[in-house]
Structures are given as C-alpha cells and as structure tokens.
C-alpha cells in the first residue's frame, strides 16, 4: 500500500514527518543513530527529494535552538498539573478530531 497524506504537505513538511516517524517507531529505535540517518536519508530521497543536505541542517538547527524553550515550557506545564490530568485532555481533544 502507498504512503498517502490526509492534506497536501510540503516536501519540508513531509521529512519531518519522517523524521518524528522514524524516531516512534520501537524498531527504528532499537538502531543505532547511524543506521537511522542512513534510513532518514533514502526516505528523503524517496518521498521528498526536494529537502537536500542544507534544509536537513537547517531543521536540525532549528530543533537544536529552540529544544530548550520548548522543554522549559513542558516543565511549567507538567508543575500547573498532573501527568494523569494532562493526558486526559490530550485524549479527550484527539478524540474529537475523529
């Protein structure tokens, strides 16, 4: 069955979700992070070609550069409540997507 995409992505769009995809998956991360860029980067070439070496090290820039507000955020947020809390919402708010 071919890779489809609920809406239209953009080929940057497209590797992050690769990216995010590679890193869920329990197999993938049973690998080492040598043998995951090597498959991050057939997938690339596969599904968006577009994205070359330059975009791939500005994503990872960017990740880089704004981890840290991004983890400082979650910290204040799981301090406002509990994971238990949090969790409920977050399920509650996908379910009525579906």
């Known amino acids: 069955m071919p890779i489809t995409w609920d809406h239209r992505m953009t080929p940057r769009e497209i590797f ?3 990216m995010i995809s590679i ?3 329990p197999a993938m991360q049973a690998l080492g ?10 997938l690339r070439k596969e599904f968006c070609p577009k ?12 990740i880089d550069k704004n981890q840290p507000e991004l983890a400082k955020s ?6 406002l409540e509990d ?4 969790y409920e919402k977050i399920i ?3 379910n009525k997507r579906k």
């Open 16 to 18: 992050i979700y690769i």
């Open 74 to 79: 979650i910290i204040k947020l799981v301090k």
């Open 51 to 62: 994205v070359d070496d330059n975009d791939w090290a500005s994503i990872a820039r960017e």
């Open 83 to 86: 994971y238990g809390t949090m």
């Open 23 to 25: 890193t869920k998956d």
């Open 33 to 42: 992070t040598d043998k995951r860029t090597v498959i991050l980067d057939e």
């Open 92 to 94: 509650q708010r996908f």
